[in-house]
């Protein structure tokens, strides 16, 4: 990957680069030591990857907790909307 990355004109930023190592719930955990020249990545018990919030147990905890304020702002702006519909269809006859 070192090799590959400055090949193809691509960074390789370890200071924005995180590892996660994924268990069951019942395993020991045991520390990652990644690096290079010295840099170590830092490992995460969470990470949020192409906008899913995953975390080192596999399980939706995470990601439903930081979804919910989101969903209960759309669940609120849809059922204030009924009003501007109504108004919207009688434009639409008159």
């Known amino acids: 990957m070192i090799k590959w990355l400055p090949a193809n004109n691509l960074v390789l930023n370890l200071d924005k680069m ?3 190592k994924c268990t069951r719930n019942n ?11 010295e840099k170590y990545i830092e ?3 969470n990470t949020t990857f192409l ?3 995953i975390d080192n147990d596999m ?3 995470n990601h439903i907790e930081e979804m919910i304020p ?3 702002a ?6 204030s909307m009924p009003h501007i519909r109504t108004l919207t269809l ?3 006859f008159t």
Do not use: D, F, P
Request: with cysteine; glycine share 6%.
């Open 18 to 20: 995180n590892t996660m």
């Open 27 to 37: 395993s020991a955990h045991s520390t990652l030591h990644t690096g290079y020249k």
């Open 43 to 45: 490992e995460s018990v």
């Open 51 to 53: 906008g899913l919030q």
């Open 59 to 61: 399980n939706w905890k």
């Open 70 to 72: 989101k969903l209960n």
């Open 74 to 79: 759309a669940c609120y702006a849809v059922r």
């Open 90 to 92: 009688i434009n639409q």
